[in-house]
């Protein structure tokens, strides 16, 4: 089975989120998918570097990424921990994605088009993860 990863660039600070985000992450663990969160802060561009090099596939989120909603996103996750791989999932720096050439070509997510801070962004990744996991469960979190 593979394994999800978030990363986060830079340590949740906000004790709110903290918690939510360790709340999905522990909920996930019982789905048989774990999420770690790494809070290494770095520069942007040695941060690209650290998941560039990482085995698995890098999914980086992006407002600019694909935007999908709940059930496609439940059958994406299905499909990751059904794999083999290891899933790396990362949230950007505050500065964005560097534009050279190594990090445009890998593929991106959306959880909106807006703009959110980090930690809330992990919040509502995690939440997603946990959401999707429900969904292919059949179990009644999701109310649509």
Known sequence: MGRITVHLHGKTKDKA???LIDMYAKRLEQRSIRCVIHP???TPHSYVNKLLALNGELVLMDEGG???SSIPFSKRVETWGLSTGDIHLAIGPAEGWPKDENI???SRLSLSPMTFPHELATVMLVEQLYR???ISR???YHKA
Do not use: F, H, Y
């Open 40 to 42: 290494a802060k770095l």
């Open 17 to 19: 989120s903290a918690l």
């Open 132 to 134: 999707a996991t429900e």
């Open 138 to 140: 059949g179990s009644g």
């Open 104 to 106: 445009t070509k890998i």
């Open 66 to 68: 694909i935007l999908e």
